[in-house]
């Protein structure tokens, strides 16, 4: 498709925007961006992308529509209960852009097939609900040199970062492995407000038209951090792992590694208010944290919120460094403990898991984050603390 098949000039506003233009219009005409997940951030990519014209979507999902999707997936209607998602979402994106090309996949992406899969494809948005889908997709793009827009959210937090081989850091540079099975919870248990995916996804659509077109600052080398409660937007430079297994100078992953499947609904957890104890290599709860405290362990506590959070609610004896400010406080002000045990607290355990990430790929050995942040502090171990 070209702009002499638009007769009633659908995209003039955009085509007016010096950047995108007709040369742009015309990338958009004749890009394929594949979908994966056709879920809470799927849908409003997948409906942003054909409103701006992008000429060809392949979306890939082997889920049908059920009633508790609809809140956070507005591609679908209660009419489509039961019915395959990536039939219904074809539909109504047919009626979006009569023009739009629409490549359905109604089966799972896997290490087996995302080679074959996403090879037809400019771009990947992945949107997908689960770990092993993730490497799938991450490792599949890196070996096939593929764009790969990825999104997460849980509860009122998401991250959106683009990941593009050769020039920054993989999804495996910040999480080499997953997380054990059963590590993470569903959506059902942790929760999410409809409205956060339709945000993230907008942005991982915005992501991929920027990078089709060829126009303004890319998110590669870096995370965005989005706290819809707080309506705040972070941001944490992301550097390339010269010893990442797929990326790195060495690899030794040469196809999409496999992994037990480890549901998380809608890629959104990374904590949970569930009352489990347990301490783990990476991860502690409140509850334990507090026990050790009384015990007289010597402990570092390392506060990642930002400081009209810390000035709501915090833990005694902390130290505060803001995420965003982490890279470049963490050798004046972090170094001298290196050999002490760091844990790494925020309001929910999203930002204390990317700093605790980020502090162990400096070399610190003894880091762990506070599983479910202050909220789990306080709903656990101190209902004193104002919640937020």
């Given at each position: 498709m070209t702009l002499s098949d638009d007769p009633v000039g659908r995209w003039s506003r955009q085509v007016r925007l010096p950047q995108i233009g007709v040369e742009g219009q015309e990338k958009l005409a004749v890009a394929r961006v594949a979908i994966v997940g056709v879920g809470g951030l799927g849908c409003p990519a997948a409906t942003y992308l054909a409103a701006a014209g992008v000429g060809t979507l392949g979306l890939i999902d082997s889920d049908a529509v059920d009633l508790t999707n609809i809140h956070r997936q507005p591609l679908f209607t209660e009419a489509d209960e039961g019915r395959k998602k990536v039939a219904a979402a074809a539909i109504r994106l047919r009626e979006l852009s009569s023009r739009l090309n629409v490549e359905t996949h109604a089966l799972r992406l896997t290490a087996a097939n995302a080679i074959e899969l996403l090879a037809p494809y400019d771009i990947v948005i992945d949107g997908s609900d689960n770990f092993a889908t993730r490497y799938a997709v991450n490792d599949a793009c890196v070996l096939l040199g593929k764009p790969n827009v990825h999104g997460s959210v849980l509860r009122f937090e998401g991250r959106v970062s683009l990941f593009v081989p050769g020039r920054g850091p993989c999804y495996r540079c910040l999480y080499p492995e997953p997380p054990p099975s059963g590590f993470v919870p569903t959506c059902a248990e942790a929760g999410i407000l409809g409205v956060l995916p339709g945000v993230i996804g907008s942005i991982q659509a915005t992501e991929a038209i920027k990078w089709i077109c060829g126009i303004g600052d890319s998110l590669v080398g870096r995370l965005l951090i989005f706290d819809l409660l707080a309506m705040q937007v972070q941001e944490i430079k992301l550097a390339r792992n010269t010893a990442c297994a797929l990326c790195g100078e060495n690899p030794t992953i040469t196809e999409p590694m496999s992994?037990?499947?480890?549901?998380?609904?809608?890629?959104?957890?990374?904590?949970?208010?569930?009352?489990?104890?347990?301490?783990?290599?990476?991860?502690?709860?409140?509850?334990?944290?507090?026990?050790?405290?009384?015990?007289?362990?010597?402990?570092?506590?390392?506060?990642?919120?930002?400081p009209i959070e810390y000035k709501i609610s915090r833990l005694p004896d902390t130290i505060l460094i803001p995420l965003g400010e982490l890279t470049t406080r963490w050798e004046v002000e972090l170094a001298p403990c290196r050999d002490e045990e760091i844990l790494v607290l925020c309001h929910y355990g999203i930002r204390s898991g990317i700093a605790a990430d980020f502090l162990r790929g400096q070399g610190f050995e003894r880091v762990k984050n506070i599983d479910g942040g202050i909220e789990r502090w306080a709903v656990e171990v101190d209902p004193t603390i104002p919640r937020y």
């Open positions: 992994y037990p499947d480890t549901c998380e609904d809608e890629g959104e957890g990374e904590d949970a208010l569930n009352g489990e104890d347990y301490d783990r290599h990476d991860r502690i709860t409140p509850r334990i944290v507090r026990r050790r405290l009384d015990a007289g362990d010597h402990l570092i506590i390392l506060d990642v919120r930002e």
